[in-house]
Each structure stands twice: as structure tokens, then as C-alpha cells.
């Protein structure tokens, strides 16, 4: 599973401070210490060696000793000035703090007690350093959806019980069902429900603002195998993605919009036309294959083309075999067949008793 962003920042400051007091260390060392792999802690190095402070050119940039780490020794020979106190001037701090309040009044902050109880100290810490000018941020978010439901959904979540949801997709179904709430999260300006759906049997990610009613249940979440509902720690909506994999863009008709919402994307954009752009990364080409010929009508354009082509093969290699069996006998003992000798019906060809 992909490691969110923030998650692998915080480990890469961690480095350069841990390195510049403790002086050289071992990969094994580090990749205990850090949880994670040696490779890792040499890729998190390679990421360091290209950072640094603006102007970016080789004396502006984190340095370590690369003859030692040929002997798998990381060795800091210059933090520039990662390690220091963050000096904050006054307009910076004030949109520290606007930003900490929005983060604070957030559902999804508000539906975790850890994490707003990390958000509140340090905006008190941040309000207080910066004195009367924090006093002048006012900061009102506007809702997301209806404030009944981001009440119930923040509820849930906080108390650990299940909620029984009306919800309608963007192919205008609506459902009902019962979800154990996992993480509320926002991206692109949408907040969403990530839930182990009841009904799938699976995690699902429910759109805050397409949930028509949602009413807490007395019954409290249950325990789901984390090898089937995935890592919470890395959602479904992170920008990162497996290092490598390739990407397809896919332009789908409106009807099969769904698919942005629950494959994992990207970026997602609404096109002019009414059609809507999905960018994934293709982990498996298998799995992406299966999902384009499931949905072949509504597929208007793929690329890299040769994503395309290898779809187009194996739908022309499933009509040949299918055609090869022999077409299906209709009513009145004619041939019941597409353009191409493909059955029109749905069943196994073969003749009709």
C-alpha cells in the first residue's frame, strides 16, 4: 500500500535531526529506528541530497558523505539549517493560524480526539506567540453537505458506532445501508466517509455531500480483517501511489462517473462536456483491463495508447473464442447473433432445447 506524503515528511525531518545529533549511523540502524527498510532509508536519503533551502544550488542543499554510505554509514555533513527553530515573521504566522483554526473546526479534525487535541495545542502555542495580530484571523468554513448528517457521520466516528446511511451515487441510485465508519477526509475540496459497507462487505468511500440521511445505530463498529479493508493509513484519495507503477488517464461518460469515486484516483476532473477525467496509477494492468472492458460503452478515450490497444486485444480475443462456439439459435431456429457472430444474448451460445 502507498505511503501518504505527510507520513514520509515527518520521517525525513526525523532523519536530518536524529542524524545531526547522533553523527554516523548505520542503515540498519536508522531503518529500525525509523520502521522501515534499509532500501528505504536509502531512497529517504537520495530524496535529501536534492532538498534544501531556496536557490537550490549545491551549497544550498543537504549534503551527507557518500563514500560512507557506500559502506552503509549515513553520515550528515550539512542539515543547512533544518534542525533550527522555525522563525516565523507576523504575516506568516497569521496564516499559520488561520489555517489551524480551519483545520480545527474541520468535521474530520473534530470526528478524532487525538488529532484535534494535536491541532488545539499547537494552534494555543501558535495564538499566543503571535499575540494581538492572531486576535484579528476570524475564520468561518462553509458547510459541506447537510449539517444533520456531517453531525451524525462526525458522531459515529467519535463514539465507535454504526450509522445506517441513505445515499445517492453520481449515476443518481440511491441506497441504503449500514456502515462502520473508518475515516472522515477531504480532498480537492470534497469531504468524504471512508466505511466497511455491510451491504459489499467491503470498504467503500461515500461523498459527505451525496449522503441524504444518516442515523447512528446502537450497534458499535466491528473488527475488520486489515488485509481486506486495506491500510487507513494510506486512503484510497492519497497523491502518492506505488514508485513506478505507470499512469492511465481515463475519459468516461457520465454514467459510469462511479468509478471516480471508487477506484483509487489521483485526480479526478469534470470535462466541458459532461465527461469526467480519472487519473490512476496501473498497479495491475489486469485489474485496469477488467475495469475497461466492464464498462466499454462509457469508455470515450484511454491513455497511453497502449493501454488501449492491450484492452482492445483482449476484447477482440474473448469475441473470437466466443464466436468460434458457434452462434446461438434463436426463436424459429435462426441465428441469434451480433455483427461478427456474436451471441446477442447474454447466456453461454450454444442451441436451445
Known amino acids: 500500500m502507498a505511503e501518504r506524503a505527510d507520513d514520509r515528511l515527518v520521517r525525513l525531518l526525523g532523519l536530518v535531526a536524529f542524524l545531526d545529533g547522533a553523527g554516523p549511523v548505520r542503515v540498519e540502524e536508522l531503518a529500525d529506528r525509523f520502521g522501515v527498510t534499509p532500501r528505504q532509508v536509502r531512497e529517504d536519503v537520495d530524496a535529501l541530497w536534492v ?8 551549497d544550498d542543499l543537504i549534503d551527507f558523505d557518500a563514500y560512507s554510505l557506500e559502506d552503509g554509514v549515513v553520515s550528515l555533513t550539512q542539515a543547512r539549517g533544518m534542525t533550527r527553530p522555525l522563525r516565523l515573521g507576523t504575516r506568516e504566522a497569521v496564516a499559520l493560524v488561520a489555517a489551524l483554526r480551519a483545520m480545527h473546526a474541520s468535521p474530520a479534525v473534530q470526528a478524532d480526539r487525538r488529532r484535534a487535541a494535536v491541532v488545539a495545542s499547537a494552534l494555543d502555542k501558535l495564538t499566543a506567540a503571535t499575540g494581538e495580530a492572531a486576535g484579528a ?6 458547510g459541506e453537505g447537510d449539517p444533520q448528517v456531517v453531525a451524525a457521520v462526525t458522531s459515529a466516528l467519535a463514539e465507535g458506532r454504526r450509522l445506517h446511511l441513505r445515499y445517492v451515487n453520481a449515476a443518481d441510485v440511491t441506497t441504503e445501508r449500514d456502515v462502520d465508519p473508518l475515516r472522515l477526509l477531504t480532498q480537492d475540496g470534497a469531504m468524504y466517509l471512508v466505511g466497511w459497507c455491510l451491504r459489499a462487505s467491503g470498504r467503500r468511500t461515500f461523498r459527505v ?50 468509478v471516480a469515486e471508487e477506484v483509487p484516483a489521483e485526480s479526478v476532473r469534470d470535462l466541458p462536456d459532461g465527461t469526467v477525467e480519472v487519473r490512476l496509477r496501473v498497479t495491475n494492468p489486469a485489474w485496469l483491463r477488467r475495469l475497461l472492458l466492464a464498462n466499454a460503452p462509457d469508455v470515450v478515450a484511454v491513455d497511453p495508447p497502449d493501454v488501449a490497444r492491450d484492452v482492445a486485444q483482449a476484447a477482440r480475443g474473448a469475441l473470437d473464442a466466443y464466436a468460434a462456439t458457434g452462434p446461438a439459435t434463436g426463436p424459429g431456429g435462426g441465428s441469434a447473433a451480433r455483427p461478427g457472430g456474436v451471441p446477442a444474448t447474454g447466456t453461454a451460445p450454444g442451441p436451445v432445447g
Open 51 to 58: 532538498s534544501g533551502t531556496p536557490g537550490y544550488m549545491p
Open 137 to 142: 484571523v476570524d475564520v468561518q468554513l462553509e
Open 209 to 258: 455531500d451525496r449522503i441524504l440521511a444518516a442515523d447512528v445505530l446502537q450497534e458499535p463498529v466491528a473488527e475488520h480483517d486489515v488485509t481486506v479493508a486495506g491500510d487507513l493509513g494510506a486512503d484510497v484519495w492519497a497523491s502518492v501511489a506505488h514508485r513506478g507503477a505507470p499512469v492511465a488517464t481515463l475519459t468516461l461518460a457520465s454514467a459510469a462517473r462511479w
